[in-house]
């Protein structure tokens, strides 16, 4: 049913354009510093972020990629092979892998009175996370999901898990006898478990967006040609502050989440801009970026820059005519050592049938500076389904937090609709994919060896691991000092090799202890592969494997948004399946 799109002429829904057009100077100054260095080298651009990008039908490749650092530090995070950053020199196939829904899909659905109406409107039930949010809280050791209940957006509900996959509907005082946590809470909207926050109230962050149709806070006018951002504080996730801090215009489907990785608040801007001379006003994204939410510069008019959109590599549905695709949303978060992207990308009408939600579908993406972006597989990585009814028949759409580490697998929830026998957009549910952690991309080798060699790397741990399936084959590495020379002790006869399917396995030569001494001493890394798939590669600072990474929205045995424990978190994910 998908094809890549074509750069025909195509008409969309129309539209009231967003009043942000690009200007040539920023009101106000953003976070970054022109020319800061990244933790893993990369040098950003003066100004950052770029004030003339441009979006086009043409993919661009990020500058990172045609120019990498000359020696790249890798202390943060788990090394994934989802681009060619790390790659110097390598004779292996990279395979990008897709997750698997849970076969017992929805995990929340609509079954309680308030998830069925909101002020009279009928059109149909929700119990979906449209963006809003799931988290693992370590401070009580429970999953948390919020989600969109009934059409009307007008409750913001929370459930919770032990698991992450059984999950219940609590009753609090909000509403008494409700799982519902905020009234008229705005319809597109993120929740963010800010373990960083340094005040207790301010715990949990609620950014959500209010137009025309929604009541704004202290009877303030409605401005924007559609909507503004607005924000909220919870100390808990359920008791929430009064919305304040508007800021504006936007679109009507935003987001939000905070890059870890760069320490700032990032304002995922919906906008409609005709952007090439092949196409009409289309959905694209705008930026903004905030060190403090609170008190940060709003962007205004024409001051919030183009970013990202879709473009003619993205699939399109032959029963759509090669509509030329749009980008619907784009969630994010920082993972281990990338900025990894959730994008919704509407692949052209409503669907064939009558009745059916929209075809959108998630696809991802990543980013090592926070700002451009590589997305080399566009098929859905959690995908619609063909079979009128199933939960997913349309309109699936990304979670706030994108993803959680689970032991050995990455959780992703998606929220999905099933359109009839309901208004079309009605019958939301939200489900649940598995992905193997770090599985995004793998560097394979069949039954004849292959290498990958990298571009010259730093660290100041002394661990090496390996995230990989070796089962049936073996994955061995050697270490090359200046000018490509191995170095004694650490070459591939004297590496034991890895033989087994794991997600953090030691790397070891015979008679060295660890790679300490090497420590910001630049060398490579030649990985040495047979019947193998390697996902992910990282020197740790102890022989637990904590990779110093982020992790996403959390898991089990993880305090703080980094993997300071490494196999500790596989063992408190185990016990909670126990």
């Known amino acids: ?86 790659v110097a020199d390598s004779t292996l196939e990279r395979v990008f892998h897709l997750s698997q829904y849970y076969q017992d899909n ?80 705005g319809a597109a909207r993120v929740v963010w478990l800010d373990l960083e926050a340094t005040d207790p109230a301010r715990r949990f962050v609620l950014i959500t967006t209010l137009g025309g149709e929604d009541l704004i806070p202290g009877g303030a006018p409605w401005w924007g040609s559609r909507g503004s951002m607005w924000l909220a504080f919870s100390p808990d996730g359920i008791h929430w502050s009064e919305l304040q801090s508007r800021r504006g215009p936007t679109g009507d489907r935003n987001s939000a989440f905070h890059n870890a ?56 549905r032959a029963d759509q005519n090669h509509i030329q695709p749009q980008l619907y949303n784009l969630d994010a978060v920082a993972y281990e050592s990338v900025l990894l992207g959730l994008f919704t990308i509407w692949r052209g009408g409503t669907g064939a049938q009558e009745g059916r939600p929209k075809p959108n579908e998630v696809c991802v993406g990543f980013s090592r500076d926070g700002f451009h972006w590589s997305r080399p597989e566009r098929r859905g990585f959690m995908p619609i389904s063909e079979t009128e009814g199933d939960w997913n028949w349309g309109n699936v759409s990304s979670v706030g937090g994108c993803c959680l ?29 598995f992905l193997r952690r770090d599985g995004f991309a793998s560097m394979r080798a069949g039954d004849g060896e292959g290498s990958l060699t990298t571009h010259p790397l730093s660290f100041s741990g002394g661990h090496l691991f390996v995230n990989a399936d070796a089962a049936g084959g073996e994955v061995r590495v050697e270490v090359l000092g200046e000018g490509g020379a191995l170095i004694e002790g650490l070459t591939r006869d004297a590496c ?83």
């Open 405 to 433: 580490v689970v032991g050995e697998r990455l959780h992703f929830y998606c929220s999905g609709r099933r359109g009839k026998p309901y208004f079309r957009d009605a019958g939301g549910a939200t489900g649940l994919a």
């Open 496 to 578: 034991l090799p890895v033989t087994a399917d794991s997600t953090i396995a030691p790397v070891r030569w015979q008679g060295v202890e660890d790679l300490a001494r090497l420590a910001g001493t630049p060398v490579r890394l030649r990985f040495i592969l047979r019947n193998a798939d390697l996902y992910a590669f990282w020197v740790s600072p102890d022989a637990a494997g904590a990779s110093n990474g982020y992790v996403a929205a959390g898991g089990p045995g993880f305090s703080t948004n980094r993997d300071t424990v490494g196999a500790a978190a596989y063992e408190a994910a185990g016990a909670i399946s126990d």
């Open 261 to 316: 990785l760069r320490g700032v608040w990032v304002m995922s801007i919906r906008a409609y801009e005709p952007f090439d001379t092949l196409t009409g006003p289309q959905r694209i994204r705008r930026y903004w970026e905030l060190t403090d939410l609170a008190d940060g510069p709003d962007w205004g008019y024409g001051n919030a820059p183009l970013w990202c959109a879709a473009d003619r590599l993205d699939l399109t």
């Open 1 to 86: 049913m998908l094809t890549p799109a074509s750069p025909r002429i195509w008409s969309i829904i129309a539209a009231s354009a967003v009043a942000v057009a690009l200007s040539a100077t920023f009101a106000g100054a953003q976070p970054g510093g022109d020319g800061a260095v990244l933790y893993n080298g990369i040098r950003l651009l003066e100004p950052w972020p770029p004030q003339d990008h441009q979006l086009s039908l043409d993919p661009v490749p990020p500058p990172y990629l045609s120019a990498p650092p000359a020696v790249i530090p890798i202390d943060v995070g788990r090394q994934l092979f989802v681009d060619d950053f790390l």
């Open 106 to 185: 929805p995990v929340v659905d609509f079954d309680r009175p308030w998830e069925h109406q909101s002020d009279g409107d009928r059109r149909g039930p929700l119990a979906m996370a449209f963006s809003d949010g799931c988290w693992y809280d370590p401070a009580d050791g429970l999953f948390k999901l919020w989600y969109h209940a009934d059409y009307g957006a007008r409750h913001l509900c929370m459930a919770t898990s032990r698991d992450g996959v059984h999950w219940d509907k609590p009753e609090f005082d909000v509403v008494p006898g409700t799982n519902i946590v905020m009234e008229r809470p």
